[in-house]
């Protein structure tokens, strides 16, 4: 059974920083590529960040390059997402994902496994 749980969610002002981790389990988390995604009230749910299982292939969404860094830690099976500059519009649950295979994507539906999602709040 494969888990994914978030944590790292909160409260924030505005121009604020937070870090969401994702912790895996159940999974061979080192062949597996992870991503981000989010979804605010009434939106459609939106591409974060993905990361290959090397590290070394790094996307983000258009809204978040440049202030969101996703990680990943094999040896903790954990993936975060530092995520600066914060705006209102940020505002959405955060979900994290795992893939089979470890060439990262974009596409939500190649994503098998989710995690139920950590509330970002950010205060204007």
């Known amino acids: 059974q494969v888990q994914l749980v978030e944590s790292g969610g909160g409260l924030v002002q505005a121009g604020d920083s937070l870090r969401l981790s994702c912790a895996v389990s159940g999974r061979t988390f080192s062949s597996a590529a992870l991503g981000w995604f989010r979804q605010a009230p009434e939106k459609e749910h939106e591409f974060v960040a993905a990361i290959s299982v090397s590290g070394a292939t790094i996307y983000y969404g258009d809204s978040v390059k440049g202030r969101f860094t996703i990680s990943r830690d094999n040896a903790k099976n954990t993936v975060y997402l530092q995520m600066s500059s914060l705006k209102p519009e940020d505002m959405a649950v955060y979900s994290c994902?795992?893939?089979?295979?470890?060439?990262?994507?974009?596409?939500?539906?190649?994503?098998?496994?989710w995690g139920q999602g950590t509330q970002v709040t950010v205060s204007s």
């Open positions: 994902a795992i893939k089979s295979g470890g060439v990262a994507s974009m596409r939500p539906y190649e994503y098998h496994y």
